[in-house]
């Protein structure tokens, strides 16, 4: 079939602006007169027009084991994200993803994965790529035998195209901002890492997350001894669960922890307010994202800042390389945005012991 990719070779521009044109968007992106009537003609000329006989079109590159491009990409999470915009977390990357999609002309699905039930419009192959924001492997197996492109945000199962933060940088940074306080008995609560990627999608980050906790630790020639790493998605529950497990291990000698994500870090404070701790007076804590403010306006997690809404940016743009590329790969992009620690109210130099 004559792509986006065929026609930009020939007309001489971007894939991407000849997007812009043919979905009439020339004069939004202020694309001259000239380049859009140029684009338009090679069109023409090349038999691309999505409009006109579609249903024709789609039929006859069937036959062919083709289809055309729909200009729908999917826009994927589980069942507990409930707004994509009002998400914490999500509602950065939804809007990179809004704003690229756009650009280039494409028409945005948002949907949640249940179980027992997937989109009609993506079992029927009526998206042109995913955006994976969470999931569970299942899901990303269901997508691969469909033959759809998918990206993943946010972490990296194997055998998919990736954009996601700098998870060993970001942790190394939070537990590097500890030692430099003066902490020397530094814990750390993670997600599990004796999982199988079967398990959860979230392996790889949690390994590269603790390797950037140990890689500070042996630096700075401190023992990393007391490491939790349960069989958790990060929630709140079992951070607390965590931190009492570490703290009495530690027979009390913690200063300070490094969490997984902000979402343990804040279940971590609140166990420590239970046992009548102060937070960062008796024991300081780090967490990852940067979105504790979005929850609780007073407790400002120290915590590892990226660019989420470049995430989002960048998941459609490889998406859209892939789709037109229209081949098969066994190697696939993984881009990591840089991350940079932010200090909030819940890291302070230890106390000294009296």
């Known amino acids: 079939m004559i792509t986006l990719k065929d026609v930009a070779e020939q007309a001489g521009v971007s894939t991407q602006l000849v997007s812009v044109v043919l979905n009439g968007k020339a004069q939004k992106y202020r694309v001259s007169q000239a380049t859009q009537e140029r684009v338009e003609e090679m069109a023409r000329q090349m038999g691309y027009d999505p409009e006109s006989n579609r249903s024709a079109r789609q039929m006859a590159a069937r036959k062919h084991g083709k289809k055309l491009p729909n200009n729908v990409i999917a826009v994927c999470a589980l069942p507990s994200v409930r707004s994509f915009h009002e998400q914490p977390f999500e509602a950065p990357i939804l809007d990179g993803i809004e704003s690229a999609a756009d650009r280039f002309g ?13 989109p009609r419009l ?58 430099g306080l003066g902490h020397t008995q530094i814990g750390f609560i993670g997600h599990a890492v ?29 023992p990393a001894t007391f490491i939790t790493t349960p069989p958790c998605q990060g929630y709140a529950g079992d951070g607390a669960k965590g931190f009492k497990r570490l703290w009495r291990e530690s027979q009390g000698s913690l200063t300070a922890v490094v969490c997984y994500n902000d979402i343990l870090a804040m279940g971590m404070i609140q166990a420590a307010q239970e046992m009548k701790l102060s937070v960062p007076g008796d024991v300081s804590v780090t967490g990852f994202d940067n979105i504790s403010k979005h929850y609780d306006a007073t407790t400002m997690v120290s915590s ?19 789709r037109d590329a229209g081949e098969a790969r066994t190697e696939f992009v993984l881009e990591k945005i840089p991350t940079v620690f932010r200090e909030g109210n819940t890291t302070a130099a230890p106390r000294k012991k009296n």
């Open 106 to 118: 494409l028409d945005v699905l948002l949907c949640r994965l249940h179980p027992e039930k997937m």
């Open 122 to 179: 993506i079992t029927k192959g009526e998206v042109d790529g995913i955006v994976m924001v969470s999931g569970r492997p299942n899901f990303l197996d269901a997508f691969r035998q469909l033959n759809i492109p998918v990206v993943k945000t946010g972490s990296s199962p194997p055998g998919c195209d990736t954009v996601m933060a700098q998870d060993r940088e970001g942790i190394y940074q939070a537990t590097s901002h500890l030692i």
């Open 304 to 322: 590892v800042d990226y660019d989420r809404r470049q995430i989002g940016i960048r998941a459609v743009e490889i998406l859209m390389q892939v």
């Open 194 to 222: 004796e999982a199988t990627v079967g398990e959860s999608i979230l392996i790889y980050n949690a390994k590269e997350r603790l390797a950037g906790y140990l890689e500070a630790m042996k630096e700075a020639d401190l």
